[in-house]
């Protein structure tokens, strides 16, 4: 399926994941500087560089990764992506961020399904981790709902803000 202008890879329910275009910088510079997004990342808030180099690489040739934009009724409103970690024993991970005024609607849910079936076709893996800040509650059941295993607690598992924080790790399979 193609929008105006847009390769649409995947479409689910009214949500779909499509290629980025440049044009799609205002949109993705909104999210990328909102505190309430990015407070639980290790990116962010974004300069307008780091937002469009982070457009140019999602829109480069890239055989190990899907950087997308979600989108409904042809509006980027976040993005979205699944990448492999380890080729030789075909891990993964996935990650997603809305614009907050789309947030409770049950579109990264749709995304992350969408991801799901991407990354265990596209991109040939069979086990794709996620991991979240224990007091991220939405990202939690967005992974739960999408039907990933908890598989525990990572202690001081990343940088956000120069502070050492915790991850809750999630896992699925191809074959779950
Ligand atoms: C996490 C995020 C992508 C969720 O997007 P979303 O489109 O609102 O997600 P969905 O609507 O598909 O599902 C959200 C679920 O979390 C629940 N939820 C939201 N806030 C919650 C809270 N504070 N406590 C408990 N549950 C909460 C919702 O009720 C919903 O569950 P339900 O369908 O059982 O009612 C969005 O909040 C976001 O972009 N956050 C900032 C970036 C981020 O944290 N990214 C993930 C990094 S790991």
Redesign the pocket.
């Known amino acids: 399926m193609t929008l105006p202008d847009r390769e649409v890879i995947a479409t689910r329910a009214g949500v779909s994941l499509g290629r980025y275009r440049a044009s799609d910088f205002a949109a993705v510079h909104e ?1 990328a500087t909102d505190p ?6 290790e990116w962010g808030p974004n300069s307008a560089e780091q937002t469009r180099q982070y457009l140019l690489e999602a829109s480069l040739p890239n055989s190990q990764a899907l950087t997308l934009a979600v989108l409904v009724d042809e509006q980027v409103i ?1 993005g979205a992506a699944v990448w492999s970690t380890d080729a030789d024993h075909r891990c993964g991970e996935l ?6 005024k ?11 399904k969408m991801l799901l079936d991407l990354g265990f076709s596209s991109l040939d893996l069979h086990r794709i981790t ?4 224990p007091e ?7 992974l739960e ?1 999408a039907g990933f295993a908890y598989e525990g607690h990572l202690r001081e598992h990343k940088l956000v803000s120069d502070r050492r924080r915790d991850s809750l790790l999630f896992a699925r399979l191809a074959t779950d």
Do not use: Q
């Open positions: 999210y309430m997004v990015y407070r639980y990342a976040g990650g997603y961020s809305l614009n907050r789309f947030w409770g609607r049950g579109y990264a849910t749709l995304a992350t996620a991991t979240c800040a991220n509650s939405a990202s939690r059941r967005v709902k």
